[in-house]
Every structure is written in structure tokens, then in C-alpha cells.
């Protein structure tokens, strides 16, 4: 297979088939965009363990799945979700906590908007849940 062209097209068409597939699930929702770049890192990964003894083959699939770049993308959007996640949930947090003063009767929904920052509607709203 190395020294044929023919079958190194073809399985480079599998490749791109398979790229083109799993962005275009990203694309549409499918799946998350962290799902698809970690599905085709380690797609690489296993096509680059069985082609070891075939630089033209490995070559080819890591430059159409695309080589280290992936991982780095995969790990950027990863860390990026749970950075936003650990906002949302302090945020979240320190709504709740206002929430309990205000039942508690130790703030009035003014301070606690205001310490928030929220509307009052819409913290009177959660109150009112």
C-alpha cells in the first residue's frame, strides 16, 4: 500500500469522509465541537499506530486529520467549557445565597438586586418559584 498510489488516495478519501462527517455533525449540533475534534485526534492517533512502518500513509492521514493542532483545539474548547461552567455556577451560587437572605428577611430585594446585580422583577420572580 505504501508504494501505491491508487489505495493511498483511497484510504485518504476514507479520511476526509470521515473529517468532513464528524465537522459537519459539529456544524449542525450532532455532536459538541469538542466530540468531533477528539473523535478525529484519536482516529489519528490509532491510524498513526497502525501505519508506523508507512511514512507516506502516516504522513497523509496526520495532515487530513490534522496533527497536534487537534488536541490543542480539543483541550482549548474543554477548558474554555469549564471555565464558563465554574462562572455560571458562582454566579448561580451567589444568587441562591441572596435569595436565602432576602426569605430570611435579612436583606429586602433591593439590596439583594442590587448586590446581584439583578432586575427586582426578575429576582422578585425567583422568589415567587
Keep these: 500500500m505504501e508504494q501505491d498510489a491508487a489505495k493511498r488516495e483511497h484510504l485518504k478519501g476514507i479520511y476526509i469522509n470521515i473529517r468532513l462527517r464528524l465537522e459537519n455533525m459539529a456544524r449542525q449540533g450532532t455532536i459538541t465541537e469538542y466530540t468531533c475534534r477528539t473523535i478525529l485526534d484519536l482516529s489519528r492517533r490509532v491510524a498513526e499506530s497502525l501505519c508506523q512502518k508507512y511514512d507516506n500513509i502516516r504522513r497523509e492521514v496526520i495532515s487530513i486529520m490534522g496533527g497536534e493542532i487537534l488536541e490543542y483545539e480539543a483541550k482549548t474548547i474543554l477548558n474554555e467549557g469549564k471555565k464558563q461552567g465554574w462562572i455560571l ?34 429576582l422578585q420572580n425567583l422568589l415567587n418559584k
Design 89 to 122: 455556577g458562582r454566579e448561580s451560587g451567589r444568587a441562591e445565597t441572596y435569595l436565602e437572605l432576602v426569605k430570611e428577611g435579612i436583606l429586602n430585594i433591593q439590596e439583594a438586586a442590587m448586590r446581584i446585580p439583578m432586575d427586582e422583577a426578575e
